[in-house]
């Protein structure tokens, strides 16, 4: 962390002392020339945004700050800043520029920093708000390229009293990431946390100017940012609905309310299974676990959606096992700049007297990849009639830059070449496509997500591996990702008509039996569907279980489908009671409490339970 923030400290702003401002109707935008700090005045609800100043060195003598009509041109040391308040909207753009190294992450602009009592919202995986003043909440940095960091490029602070807030919307995220800290650059105490943007170089330099834009609303919360955001999406091409896609490939229609059916083992017989589920009143299920040709053809016509699971990241040695898949090594490995060939997945087996052979998995160039589903996926589609088809990784795993001289690649490189994965599989094998956990940039190609909604920092410890097994549920699991203090539908609000959020596979609503209840309210609320994960003897022991959870959610998300979610709130002040409006009038209250709360139309929402209408 140290490292990170010295190039911030050490940047020498050519200002003078001057104080320095820009208006527009909204905004009163001040520049402190004496420190590179902004205070933004909303004028609208009189409200001040003001950055935590830097302990900048101050250079004894230098340019000043160059103003225009709308901004300020900045020279520092390494780089300069151009910021420009926009001439009819509430809303600042900042363009950082830079040429040549980049050796550490630059933290510029400075964060603006909010009192007690206020939240942050990010949107790490399906979103979650944190008041600042809650020491339990660990810092922690989130790439903006990748699924395990921020799912969408914006973040945000709010005032929930008032709904006042500002939002930054990082416009270049592939060399980007966000640092929530409690440490303010100016040692000053008492701002509680804050985020702050973190510019990454690129293969080492600065190479391209880098943008955030940052948008002060004046109501509306954090469902007004994620509105805010949405309109952004629009604008710049990432929006396209399920009922577009449904247009390109009708399968899609099997998918939305579908429960995903991951049934381990090789003693299960999968279309014996699919016939009991079908008979116990499961009409609509994404049938994860594969299968061969007969069983695949009789799944189909259930009218269930087949799928199997499929990876194209990771490769082995040609000395581990047999099954481990070994094309490319070692010509199509990622290299790290000093020539390494970079770490996967690391494979266990477990030998007979108990101990454990570890197998390390390299990194396939995203260019390879898409050669290899090229190869693969057609000349399985002449023989098992799949209709879907999971791709786990390419959306979890962050773009990656490559130093081999045979296929270098930037981070942006490496995105484009995942996202033609993904295109390859839903618009050229007309496959319903599924990735693991989800960011934006896949929106346009793939129909649903494997781990939204299941907050990466939280999960059970190893949930990746030890998916079938009962784990405990750990104090940070019960507070973040099950609980409903902190948790926020932020991708729902913006995209729940584009993807189909679902849980991790090994953070499923079966995982952890004693907060089933509760995952299942969560997906009635969001409008998603459940996940359910078992071997042969888990699924004679849960069945009727199973079977009730599914009645209890499928039914009312399958409706909501392909609806947008308009807004959420939180009804009570504990924020055990939430609700969801949808587009087509659709209203959702639950109940996360251990006592009836009687709303103010006169209905009471029993414990744990739902109102729908």
């Known amino acids: 962390m140290r490292r990170l923030l010295l190039l911030?400290?050490?940047?020498?702003?050519?200002?003078?002392?001057?104080?320095?401002?820009?208006?527009?109707?909204?905004?009163?935008?001040?520049?402190?020339?004496?420190?590179?700090?902004?205070?933004?005045?909303?004028k609208r609800v009189r409200r001040t945004w003001?950055?935590?100043?830097?302990?900048?060195?101050?250079?004894?003598?230098?340019?000043?700050?160059?103003?225009?009509?709308?901004?300020?041109?900045?020279?520092?040391?390494?780089?300069?800043?151009?910021?420009?308040?926009?001439?009819?909207?509430?809303?600042?753009?900042?363009?950082?520029?830079?040429?040549?190294?980049?050796?550490?992450?630059?933290?510029?602009?400075?964060?603006?920093?909010?009192?007690?009592?206020?939240?942050?919202?990010?949107?790490?995986?399906?979103?979650?708000?944190?008041?600042?003043?809650?020491?339990?909440?660990?810092?922690?940095?989130l790439i903006a390229y990748g699924g395990h960091g921020i799912s969408m490029p914006w973040f945000g602070a709010i005032h929930p009293a008032s709904g006042a807030g500002v939002m930054a919307i990082i416009e270049t995220p592939d060399d980007a990431r966000i640092d929530i800290t409690r440490q303010p650059d100016s040692g000053q105490p008492g701002t509680g946390l804050f985020i702050r943007p973190l510019w990454d170089a690129a293969r080492g330099e600065f190479r391209y100017p880098r943008k955030i834009?940052?948008?002060?609303?004046d109501k509306g919360g954090y469902?007004?940012?994620?509105?805010?955001?949405?309109?952004?999406?629009?604008?710049?091409?990432?929006?396209?609905?399920?009922?577009?896609?449904?247009?390109e490939?009708?399968?899609?229609?099997?998918?939305?309310?579908?429960?995903?059916?991951?049934?381990?083992?090789?003693?299960?017989?999968?279309?014996?299974?699919?016939?009991?589920?079908?008979?116990?009143?499961?009409?609509?299920?994404?049938?994860?676990?594969?299968?061969?040709?007969?069983?695949?053809?009789?799944?189909?016509?259930?009218?269930?959606?087949?799928?199997?699971?499929?990876?194209?990241?990771?490769?082995?040695?040609?000395?581990?096992?047999?099954?481990?898949?070994?094309?490319?090594?070692?010509?199509?490995?990622?290299?790290l700049p000093n020539g390494d060939w970079m770490?996967?997945?690391a494979a266990h087996?477990?030998?007979?007297?108990?101990?454990?052979?570890?197998?390390?998995?390299?990194?396939?160039?995203?260019?390879?990849?898409?050669?290899?589903?090229?190869?693969?996926?057609?000349?399985?589609?002449?023989?098992?009639?799949?209709?879907?088809?999971?791709?786990?990784?390419?959306?979890?795993?962050?773009?990656r830059e490559d130093y081999s001289p045979a296929h270098p690649l930037t981070r942006s490189e490496d995105r484009r070449y995942k996202m033609a994965l993904l295109e390859f599989v839903s618009k050229d094998m007309k496959l319903v496509a599924g990735t693991e956990t989800g960011i934006d940039p896949s929106v346009p190609y793939v129909h649903y997500y494997e781990g939204m909604l299941s907050l990466g920092p939280y999960r059970l410890p190893d949930a990746g591996r030890d998916m079938v097994r009962y784990k405990p549920p750990t104090p940070e699991f019960l507070k973040f990702q099950v609980g409903h203090v902190y948790r926020v539908p932020l991708w729902e609000l913006v995209y729940h008509e584009c993807v189909v959020a679902q849980w991790y596979w090994g953070d499923y609503n079966n995982k952890a039996p004693e907060v089933w209840d509760r995952r299942d309210l969560f997906n009635t609320l969001y409008g998603t569907p459940p996940m359910y994960m078992f071997d042969k003897a888990g699924w004679e022991k849960i069945k009727p279980r199973v079977v009730e959870s599914y009645k209890n959610i499928c039914p009312v998300v399958r409706p909501l489908g392909y609806e947008e979610m308009l807004s959420h709130e939180f009804v009570s002040e504990d924020h055990a009671v939430q609700r969801t409006r949808w587009?087509?009038?659709?209203?959702?209250?639950v109940n996360f409490g251990e006592a009836a709360y009687r709303l103010r139309d006169g209905r009471s929402v029993p414990p744990m339970g739902r109102l729908i209408k």
Request: hydrophobic content about 40%; some cysteine.
């Open 223 to 247: 469902v007004a940012q994620a509105k805010r955001y949405r309109a952004y999406a629009r604008e710049t091409g990432l929006f396209k609905t399920l009922a577009e896609k449904r247009r």
């Open 349 to 399: 087996r477990t030998n007979p007297d108990g101990t454990r052979t570890i197998f390390q998995g390299g990194v396939i160039s995203s260019l390879r990849q898409l050669a290899r589903a090229k190869e693969r996926i057609p000349a399985e589609l002449n023989t098992h009639p799949y209709k879907c088809r999971f791709i786990d990784t390419t959306t979890a795993a962050p773009w």
């Open 583 to 589: 587009a087509s009038g659709a209203d959702i209250v």
């Open 249 to 335: 490939n009708p399968n899609v229609d099997l998918l939305i309310g579908a429960a995903n059916i991951w049934a381990m083992g090789r003693d299960i017989g999968k279309a014996a299974l699919c016939r009991e589920m079908k008979a116990a009143g499961m009409d609509r299920i994404l049938w994860s676990a594969g299968g061969t040709p007969q069983e695949l053809e009789e799944i189909n016509k259930l009218g269930f959606l087949s799928s199997k699971y499929d990876i194209y990241q990771d490769v082995w040695p040609p000395d581990a096992p047999a099954g481990m898949k070994k094309e490319g090594w070692p010509d199509d490995l990622v290299l």
């Open 343 to 345: 770490k996967g997945w």
């Open 50 to 141: 003001e950055q935590q100043a830097l302990r900048w060195a101050l250079a004894p003598a230098g340019e000043p700050a160059k103003q225009g009509r709308r901004g300020w041109n900045i020279r520092f040391t390494g780089f300069s800043a151009t910021i420009e308040v926009a001439a009819d909207k509430p809303e600042m753009e900042v363009t950082v520029n830079g040429s040549g190294p980049l050796k550490q992450a630059l933290a510029f602009p400075a964060p603006f920093v909010t009192g007690k009592g206020s939240w942050l919202v990010v949107p790490l995986n399906e979103g979650i708000i944190y008041p600042v003043d809650d020491e339990t909440v660990r810092p922690m940095q």
């Open 8 to 42: 911030a400290l050490l940047v020498v702003p050519l200002l003078d002392a001057a104080e320095l401002r820009v208006s527009n109707r909204y905004l009163e935008v001040r520049l402190d020339g004496a420190n590179g700090a902004i205070q933004v005045t909303d």
């Open 213 to 217: 834009r940052y948008v002060f609303l």
